[in-house]
């Protein structure tokens, strides 16, 4: 009597169905894992997202039908009609949960209006950028004063503290969004946003501006711009303020080495982060930061991600202050989450500058928070790369000093511009 041969030789029927039922769970685990898989990997060959659902599905239908199929065959029943029933019922349920997580658009609300202040430049290196000015009161002076904001992709609404009052001594000032931020250009490709079109643009606007010297105040990532800046052009800084800076190196400071902003956050606060995290199309949209920048964009746009980015803002926006001070006030120019991304990845790839920054002999002024998140060695790094520096510390104030101590802040930058004596001690 001739014996029907198995590929899984001479199991015991029951130890064949208990296998047989295990892999069938396993393929009905195991298949959406790899539509993630697929989707991921194309991505280094691809930036197109039907391209990449549908490697995802082909990923998917292979793993189904082979693991699918050898399940059955164990099972004893089924052969290639269960099996296809199978791998098309695991492709819809596939579909259905991709169409529902990954590729569901996040909340994109519409940008609101414009101030009437805020106007534009266009800039010879492709970038709209949006300002506000306060003229001089009387004869101008020859060097304009320029706020740089945060984040990156993090602007401020409005003339920042203590604009006005040194508008009043003479100055002009401005204050920008930086390219991929607030009202001004969100790139197409946004591996173009670097610190070296950063750099590119602000010469632009001292060009612009007609100013062979310009003042720069840098908050925070601003202040790393600054240095930057100073780094490429210092022949074209008269002077120059870092606030609460960050990174003067960002390979020596990558990720959250330089300080964690986030340490303080209430329980309530940590979930609502919590879940704003773990948003599958943020979580895709990174994973694809990683391979193919292009494609995480193609993903998600800048308009969702941004409303991101700034509900995560809104909800750390007083956890980097002293404990008991006064709220942060909110205001709708949006960030930039590409702009954030990009520019930060790219910092942490420039070479040191401090071989050349410590030949800069332009007047420079640090100024730290007594509760600045920013490790200490970051902000006295400054101090002891720039030759012309002076650092001060101010009591009371957190990483934004401007807010928690304007009067103060305010009186620092006109004495420093002005060249009379600071009101607070020198470090």
């Known amino acids: 009597m001739a014996l029907r041969s198995s590929p899984f030789g001479p199991f015991p029927p029951l130890a064949r169905r208990i296998c047989g039922g295990l892999l069938l769970a396993v393929t009905v685990v195991l298949t959406p894992v790899a539509a993630a898989a697929g989707f991921v990997v194309a991505a280094f060959a691809t930036a197109s997202v039907p391209l990449l659902a549908a490697t995802g599905l082909a990923v998917a239908a292979a793993v189904a039908a082979l693991l699918g199929g050898a399940a059955f065959s ?10 296809a029933t199978l791998t098309g019922v695991l492709l819809l349920g596939v579909s259905a949960l991709a ?39 009387g004869t101008p002076r020859p060097t304009p004063v320029i706020f740089l904001h945060g984040g990156p992709g993090t602007p401020g609404e409005g003339i920042p503290t203590g604009g ?9 000032v401005y204050s920008y969004d930086q390219v991929g ?17 950063q750099v590119a643009d602000l010469d632009a606007i001292r060009r612009l501006l007609g100013a062979d010297r310009i003042v720069l105040v840098g908050q925070s990532w ?16 008269a002077k120059a303020v870092f606030a ?24 309530a606060q940590r979930s609502r982060r919590d879940d704003l995290d773990s948003r599958p199309r943020l979580i895709a949209a990174s994973l694809l930061l990683g391979v193919n920048p292009r494609a995480a964009h193609a993903l998600a ?28 006030e909110a205001h709708n120019n949006p960030q930039g989450f590409y702009g954030n991304q990009m520019t930060v990845k790219d910092f942490e790839q420039l070479p040191d500058p401090r071989p050349v920054l410590r030949k800069v002999h332009v007047p420079s002024l640090v100024l730290r928070g007594q509760c600045d998140f920013v490790k200490p060695e970051v902000t006295q790094e400054y101090r002891q790369t720039l030759p012309d520096s002076r650092l001060v510390h101010v009591q009371g104030a957190g990483h934004a000093i ?26």
């Not at 006005?164 to 002009?172: K, S």
């Not at 197409?188 to 610190?195: E, K, L, P, R, W």
């Not at 601003?222 to 800084?237: K, T």
């Open 244 to 267: 609460s800076p960050g990174a003067l190196w960002g390979r020596e400071y990558p990720g959250a080495k330089a300080g964690e902003p986030w340490d303080d956050l209430t329980p």
């Open 164 to 172: 006005r009052e040194l508008a009043a001594n003479g100055f002009e």
């Open 181 to 197: 931020a607030g009202r001004s250009t969100r790139l197409s490709d946004i591996t173009g946003y670097t610190v070296a079109r």
């Open 74 to 83: 164990l099972l004893g029943k089924g052969g290639l009609r269960a099996t």
């Open 99 to 137: 169409a529902a997580t990954v590729l569901r658009p996040m909340p994109a609300p519409a940008a609101g209006p414009v101030p009437s202040d805020v106007r534009f430049w266009n800039l010879p290196t492709g970038s709209r950028i949006a300002y506000v000015h306060t003229p001089a009161v």
């Open 222 to 237: 601003g202040g790393s711009l600054a240095a930057q800046y100073l780094r490429a052009h210092a022949s074209h800084v």
């Open 301 to 328: 746009g800048d308009r969702e991600l941004d409303h991101w980015m700034h509900e995560v803002a809104l909800l750390g926006k007083d956890t980097t202050s002293c404990v008991g001070a006064a709220p942060t």
């Open 402 to 427: 401007a807010h928690a101590q304007p009067r103060l802040y305010t009186a620092l930058l006109r004495s420093f511009l002005l060249d009379k004596p600071l009101p607070a001690p020198e470090s």
